[in-house]
């Protein structure tokens, strides 16, 4: 799933920060850089947790965010869901050369490392790691009710 540069923007401060955000917190952090307005954070929060791709938990009245994936988790699942969108197998095999072709020899050299570690270690498809600040899944609370406020309803 590709991410808008706000959303791109947004993971960036919950992956740095390392545990879970308030609402407030993502916005505080981003506002240091542009003007944002509180209720635009607030939706694109709802929105990546609505997606999956952000872990929503109660704390209190609020609210706390955090990536249900670590950066190099969504990095690989992008770059697979690009080459699954190839129409057939001569496609992706095209634009996997193309993309191998690119590589700068560094690049090339950890891609090859990273593929016979894949092999000793199996298939890692599908398997995807918690949240990464330790909130657990099961902690994940129903959304908030339509209040505007990403506070809960009462």
């Known amino acids: 799933m590709a991410l808008g540069d706000l959303e791109r923007d947004v993971m960036a401060q919950l992956w740095d920060a390392g545990e879970p955000l308030t609402v407030r ?46 950066r190099e988790e969504m990095t ?28 700068r020899p560094e690049d090339l050299t950890a891609a090859i490392r990273a593929a016979g ?8 498809s599908g398997a995807q790691s918690g949240p990464q600040s330790g909130t657990q899944a099961g902690a994940q609370t129903g959304r908030a009710a339509s209040t505007g406020t990403g506070e809960p309803g009462r």
């Open 25 to 70: 917190a993502v916005h505080e952090r981003l506002s240091r850089r542009r003007e944002l307005a509180y209720t635009t954070v607030m939706t694109v929060l709802d929105r990546l947790a609505k997606k999956g791709v952000l872990v929503q938990a109660r704390d209190g009245r609020a609210y706390r965010y955090a990536p249900a994936q670590s």
């Open 76 to 103: 690989a699942a992008l770059m697979m869901d690009a080459l699954s969108a190839a129409p057939d197998d001569a496609a992706r095999d095209a634009a996997l050369a193309h993309f191998v072709g690119r590589l």
């Open 117 to 124: 570690q894949g092999a000793r270690s199996g298939p890692q």
